[in-house]
């Protein structure tokens, strides 16, 4: 093919390499969307862990075009083709690189990529990431698309003050506690780049990185899985001064939080973090992201993206959106079979899921969904306590024996309950501002649009006494499909007489009413007027005890009880803890 008196030439090689590096970062930085996980020691790195990457590249007379990055496998005999990097590490924002300034090399390189995704024989094209408006959407323009993620992003202005003051009261609040804390303790933060502080400082960040993970996320952490990976796109991007880690560090020069962020063509993307789940620590991360995102302005970033995720979290520091597509197209007989066929099994399941949606059990709604991807049930655990006590203890015992086949989000009122409880499990957390009365529209509103967006199969209020979580509890009854459980820890009954009625007429659409002791669900029933037998009633969590540990303290009558009395609660948590 020519343009003009010029042969288009496509090559397709296992690396970029030294020849082509540069050309290629030089098209990716004028894409709209310049991706980290297009550049070329991203690319590079991932092509030396995969089993057959492939670098499409488009060239007339030995200048680069575009071209596109992926890489193959054999899955049931099928070739199945990959954007390069897809796995757990999660790339986005994907796409075919060319220079859209140039409309006649931009088509000759999509025609030239779509021949060879297009070339005879059959093959599966499963490609997650791509970014919104890619130029994919048009080669594989007979493949179904889902729209899979988004990714949460914000304008940066032009000083960090500005940034600050556009955030949410509760998030600032954190982020001036948290520096006043810990900097009084002589803790401090610093930028670590290869480039600048040489290989082994950054070295070192990334395996506090690693340490701080593991011991949050254990094996369960699919990032881990591609450590060795990770760790090397991350160097030589480093050494570019295009990765970037921000460290909290204490005053014995003990890492307690990292984070790991790309600058590329003017972004900040925040890719990965860790920290210490340490009490002493708290509100650490969130000054971590405070003084990455002042080092980004500073370097006279534009944006900062926060990459593939919905977590609640993430809406604290970014304010709009970009969705994360996934396209999948089948070429030849048997590509399109097997597409074929995976839509069936798909629509199948859908049929069967949303047959049982209004049966409740863990085997039922951890079944696939509609899109043939896992679900598990997820349970909204509330809280409005503004201070640790019995009630939180308890609740935070609870949540560490709690199944992982749920989905666990932790919402509340206050930021140092709720990282006290999310030190329990690996989950999400969401602090919101708090309902004060009646007349708080604002903040009721605010529950119910975060409760309607999270879209749990249960809302779980623990009530550390009696009017807790009460105008919560009416903004969870109003949304569709959300089951209600209360937990009530405490029978010293409701405050006032409006909270009375409002328990009263609420507690009947109660899915689950649940007391820790007998004595409690009586006091409970007869304070706000609910029929006997109402209230149930669940003994408190409890750590395993150790019986030998017991034995030993009996025989050496250390309080004279006995270890089978125990080590078994009975119905009563009142009567058993006071035994």
């Not at 070295?203 to 690693?210: F, G, N, R, S, Y």
């Not at 149930?536 to 019986?547: E, F, G, K, L």
Request: glycine share 10%; net charge neutral; proline share 4%.
């Amino acid at each position: 093919m020519c343009e003009g008196r010029h042969e288009v030439e496509v090559r397709v090689l296992d690396r970029l390499g030294p020849t082509w590096s540069a050309s290629w970062d030089h098209l990716v930085d004028s894409m709209e969307l310049p991706s980290p996980f297009l550049r070329s020691w991203w690319l590079d790195a991932m092509a030396a862990s995969a089993d057959a990457p492939a670098f499409v590249l488009v060239l007339v007379e030995d200048r680069l075009l575009g071209g596109i990055a992926v890489q193959t496998e054999r899955r049931l005999g099928v070739e199945c083709v990959e954007l390069l990097g897809s796995g757990p590490l999660e790339p986005d924002h994907l796409d075919v690189v060319v220079d859209p300034a140039d409309a006649s090399a931009t088509a000759l390189v999509l025609d030239e990529v779509g021949r060879w995704l297009h070339r005879p024989g059959s093959r599966v094209l499963d490609l997650v990431g791509v970014a919104p408006g890619a130029r994919l959407f048009d080669i594989v323009a007979r493949g179904a698309r889902r729209r899979v993620e988004v990714a949460p992003f914000v304008a940066l202005p032009g000083t960090h003050e500005e940034y600050l003051a556009s955030r949410g009261g509760r998030t600032r609040g954190t982020v001036a506690r948290s520096a006043r804390r810990l900097g009084r303790d002589g803790s401090t933060i610093r930028i670590v780049r290869a480039d600048r502080d040489g290989v082994d400082a950054f070295d070192a960040a990334l395996m506090a990185l690693a340490r701080l993970h593991h011991t949050r996320w254990g094996d369960r952490s699919g990032f881990l899985d591609r450590w060795a990976a990770f760790t090397a796109a991350a160097r030589s991007g480093s050494l570019r001064g295009e990765v970037w880690c921000c460290e909290l560090v204490g005053p014995d020069q003990e890492t307690a939080a990292v984070e790991v962020d790309f600058v590329v063509a003017g972004r900040m993307s925040f890719y990965q973090a860790g920290r210490s789940t340490d009490r002493r620590w708290r509100g650490g991360g969130s000054w971590v992201r405070s003084e990455t995102v002042r080092a980004a302005i500073s370097s006279g970033c534009h944006e900062f993206d926060l990459l593939r995720g919905a977590e609640p979290y993430k809406s604290e520091w970014a304010d709009r959106s970009r969705g994360v597509w996934a396209l999948r197209a089948g070429v030849g007989p048997i590509g399109r079979a097997a597409v074929g066929a995976a839509a069936v099994r798909a629509a199948a399941r859908g049929r069967a899921s949303s047959l049982l949606r209004n049966v409740w059990s863990a085997e039922d709604r951890t079944g696939p969904v509609g899109d043939g991807s896992v679900r598990r049930p997820r349970i909204l655990f509330y809280t409005d306590a503004d201070q640790i006590g019995g009630a939180e203890t308890v609740a935070r015992t609870l949540l560490s024996g709690l199944s992982d086949r749920f989905d666990v989000v932790i919402v509340g009122t206050d930021s140092t309950v709720v990282e006290h409880l999310a030190e329990a499990r690996a989950v999400t957390t969401m602090v919101l501002d708090p309902i004060v009365d009646r007349s708080d529209v604002a903040a009721m509103a605010g529950h119910r649009r975060v409760i309607a967006a999270l879209a749990p199969d249960v809302f779980h209020a623990n009530l550390s006494e009696g009017s807790s979580c009460q105008y919560a509890l009416l903004a969870a009854l109003s949304v569709p499909g959300v089951r209600v459980v209360v937990t009530e820890n405490s029978p010293m009954g409701v405050r006032t007489r409006l909270s009375g009625s409002i328990k009263r007429r609420s507690a009947r659409w109660f899915d689950a009413h649940v007391a820790v002791g007998e004595r409690t669900a009586r006091m409970v029933e007869a304070d706000v007027g609910l029929a006997p037998g109402r209230v149930i009633t669940i003994p408190n969590a409890v750590p395993p005890i150790d019986r030998r540990i017991l034995t030993t303290i009996t025989r050496t009558g250390g309080c004279g009880w006995s270890p089978w009395r125990a080590s078994i609660p009975s119905r009563d948590s009142t009567s058993w803890w006071t035994r």
